[in-house]
Nanobody, 122 residues
């Protein structure tokens, strides 16, 4: 089995900084794209940022220039550095990864973390 475990959420003041981490573990041959999504109360889940295993990145317009996604392929871990967060960034943040469990199969699992709450105070 494969799982994603997130850490680093919490309460942060607007203009501060916060770093989220997400580590994949279990039966893993290769981790392809990884990303962070968020869901605010009463809203749909949305993509925040994603990164491929060749380190190509993509960001939501609302976080460009403030958030940075990165990954450590040796540790199967993805990070989200949140600088200058705003109250509207308050949400549950979910990690997501496309994982190939076995070298003997092309099957890809889309795995989600359990979510971590980020609250930005004004």
């Amino acid at each position: 089995q494969v799982q994603l475990v997130e850490s680093g959420g919490g309460l942060v003041q607007a203009g501060g900084s916060l770093r989220l981490s997400c580590a994949a573990s279990g039966r893993i041959f290769r981790v392809n794209a990884m990303g962070w999504y968020r869901q605010a109360t009463g809203k749909q889940r949305e993509l925040v940022a994603s990164i491929t295993n060749s380190l190509n990145t993509n960001y939501a317009d609302s976080v460009k220039g403030r958030f940075t996604i990165s990954r450590d392929n040796a540790k199967n871990t993805v990070y989200l550095q949140m600088n200058s967060p705003k109250p509207e960034d308050t949400a549950v943040y979910y990690c997501n990864a496309d994982i190939r469990p076995s070298r003997w199969s092309d099957s890809i699992l889309k795995v989600w973390g359990q979510g971590t709450q980020v609250t930005v105070s004004s």
